[in-house]
């Protein structure tokens, strides 16, 4: 599914202030929805437009894991808070972004 907005739609519904999808977490005895970060891992040389997006949304790198794939390149983990999202989504430029697509 690469390639096909998925993530782009999540954030989308995630982070829209519907109701249904007002608070993005798990609950489980990790205790994931106490912290407001997200991660994603990537290989960002190999998977270029997750890594465009993830840009786009604030991710910053946080640090370089070993990865299983050494062909495809460097194995990121790069990270963002629930803020910094809602920061770009509701910034005029983004809007138009999303009307448009």
Excluded: W
Excluded at 25 to 43: A, F, G, M, P
Excluded at 64 to 88: D, H, M, P, Q, S
């Amino acid at each position: 599914m690469r390639g096909k907005g998925l993530m782009k739609s999540l954030f989308s519904r995630c982070f829209s202030g519907d109701p249904n999808f007002d608070s993005p977490c798990c609950s489980d005895e990790r205790e994931y929805d106490k912290t407001d970060i997200i991660s994603v891992h990537t290989y960002p040389d190999f998977y270029k437009e997750m890594f465009c997006l993830i840009k786009k949304y604030g991710f910053i790198e946080e640090k370089e894991l070993v990865g299983k794939y050494k062909g495809k390149g460097r194995f990121v983990r790069y990270v963002t808070t629930f803020a910094e999202i809602r920061k770009i989504m509701n910034s005029p430029s983004q809007i138009c972004l999303l009307e448009i697509k």
